[in-house]
């Protein structure tokens, strides 16, 4: 009985433990229940939170930024300085400037927890929602980057009307920058222009052997040694000068010495290549003589004074070698070549040998006859004439009906006859005179040649064109040249007295080349005009005024200052208009009033310009273009283009201070073969 009970008394007391587990299980269970119940439940509520009052959030974050800004940036202040705040404001990535909800939402470490966005990586509700959350920042951003101005980098919305006004801002600027870029661009555009028309006026020619200003001696030296050779003499020249106001007498020596040593080695070199190889050396050695000199003598006034007054020294000898240049030049220009003297005196001789009925010309009928085409050329220059003659006939379509008048001085005559009859012009007509057995021609009817054979045109001529020096011999030597003294030269103001049974003539100068046929002038209406010719007046100095003296009131009241002046060379004359305006009597008046030259220099181009104020014509320019004489700049196609071109100037195609690349237009008519032009040594 006893164990009986023991036995079932050990089993209630089991029973008793195994209910209180149970019962422990239970409530721990339901414990653990109501936790996760409450805890899941606050997650919902947190998440339906988030999901409901996002745009609350955000609306919220976006009014806390302006003072959370504000006092981040009073507290940096305190800390930085200026340069590093504008440095950290001008920091920005993808997702905008600097902020600290860009601190807060990415780049930071896992510790970093924002609550209601964020609680764990296993929630994948609340990622979702932060995903979304940080989305939407990042348009908001971009949107800020397109939308707001670049001295503004918050994160506000503009409104639609600052918007608008912005944009109408830019629309504006750009407008002014891209007329500002086309203006920019009209700029260069004219200044590249500019640049080709004065580069077209550097003369590419070699102006003659004799002259100092040729283009291989004026041109700048481009070999760095001969510089550096030339700037260290122009130094130790200063540094002497400086040495002897110090009383370095030393010092002067060495310099000198240096100087002379440095003179030897440059010799007549003009490129490095012929110095002699001892030139380094030289450098060197005056390279140490003026290192020493700078450091006992330098002195920045002293130095720069001395440099001011070579320089002004230099401009002087300049100046007076140009003086004796225009003098030699204008010199050259009235002599007469040996070649062409001596061709001159052959024909005259071999003229003269000839029985009187071989000195007539042929066709001697065509000079009155008004039907052809008559040229009036009066010159003293054999082989002058001839190209005129030569080129004229050569480009002629019908050379038959061309007849050539020359009129030349008793001294060559004989030479122009010769010439012609030994080289006639094929089928066309040539008649030879001379001016002096013009017996109207004399003093009383003409006033220049009254005036030329005054007294005080004497000693205007043969007294005062004999200066003591070069350069006082320069001024208005060109009026002075000796062409001025033949009649020959006024002889075109009498044309219808030399050629009365004419109606039309055409009137050149020697020193022309003709390259077209000229027929076409005849039928030119001058529209009652007399004279036809090419104007010059596209350039100020070709207008009157710098022909005519408008101090004087016969000039002033009577024509106008900046009329158009045109050229002689080539003419075409209506000898019956002339006949009717009286031409020769408007020119008598106004040359008798010229007596003491008080309305304008010698020449015939002044009393032209006033004869035939009002009657002058004016033709195609491509007729005739001038400047081939003194122009370097001419353009190569006006000049091929041209019927007539003309060696205006005093450097004729015949003497060798011609510019070599327009005498080739007049070598390729000339005769160089033929034996007169050999035996006196005449070449290209």
Known sequence: MAIKRASQSGGGKSKGVGSRVLASIFVFFLTFLVFSFLFVGRGLFVTASSGHNELSILSSRQQDLDWRGRLAL?????????????????????????????????????????????????????????????????????????????????????????????????????????DMLKQDDEVTVKLENAAIERSKSVDSAVLGKYSIWRRDIDSENTDSTIRLIRDQMIMARVYTSLARMKNKTDLVNELQNRLKESQRSLGDANTDSDLH?????????????????????????LVTG??????????????????????????????????????????????YLLPPEKRKFPRSENLGNPNLYHYALFSDNVLAASVVVNSAIMNAKDPGKHVFHLVTDKLNFGA???????????????????????????????????????????????????????????????????????????????LPQVYPKLDKILFLDDDIVVQKDLTGLWSVDLHGKVNGAVETCGESFHRFDKYLNFSNPHISKNFDPNACGWAYGMNMFDLMEWKKKDITGIYHKWQNMNEDRVLWKLGTLP??????????????????????GYNPSIDKTDIENAAVVHYNGNMKPWLELAMTKYKPYWTKYVKYDHPYVRNCKLSE
Request: one cysteine or more; proline letters at 4%.
């Open 306 to 351: 001395k440099l001011r007054a070579m320089l002004q020294s230099a401009d002087e000898q300049v100046r007076s070698l140009k003086k004796q240049s225009t003098f030699l030049s204008q010199l050259a220009a009235k002599t007469i070549p040996n070649g062409l003297h001596c061709l001159a005196m052959r024909l005259t001789i071999d003229y």
């Open 416 to 494: 122009m006859n010769m010439w012609f009859l030994l080289n006639p012009p094929g089928k066309a007509t040539i008649h030879v005179e001379n001016v002096d057995e013009f017996k109207w021609l004399n003093s009383s009817y003409c006033p220049v040649l009254r005036q030329l054979e005054s007294a005080a045109m004497k000693e205007y001529y043969f007294k005062a064109a004999h200066p003591t020096t070069l350069s006082a011999g320069s001024s208005n030597l060109k009026y002075r040249n000796p062409k001025y003294l033949s009649m020959l030269n006024h002889l075109r103001f009498y």
């Open 74 to 178: 009073h507290h940096l202040n305190s800390l930085f300085s200026k340069d590093v705040i504008d440095v950290i404001n001008a920091s920005a990535n993808d997702l905008g400037p600097l902020n600290i909800d860009f601190f807060r939402k990415d780049k930071l470490s896992a510790s970093w927890k924002v609550a209601g966005n964020k609680r764990s990586a296993d929630n994948a509700t609340s990622a979702e929602v932060t995903g979304e959350a940080l989305k939407t920042k990042q348009e908001k951003s971009r949107f800020k980057e397109e939308h707001t101005s670049n001295e503004d980098n918050s994160i506000f919305f503009e409104t639609p009307a600052k918007l608008a006004r912005r944009q109408l801002r830019e629309k504006r600027l750009e407008k002014r920058a891209a």
């Open 277 to 301: 190889h001892s030139a380094s050396e030289k450098i060197k050695l005056m390279g140490q003589v003026l290192s020493k000199a700078k450091e006992e003598l330098y002195n920045c006034n």
């Open 607 to 628: 009393p032209g310009l006033i004869t035939f104020y009002g009657l002058t014509h004016p033709l195609e320019k491509s007729w005739h273009v001038l400047g081939l």
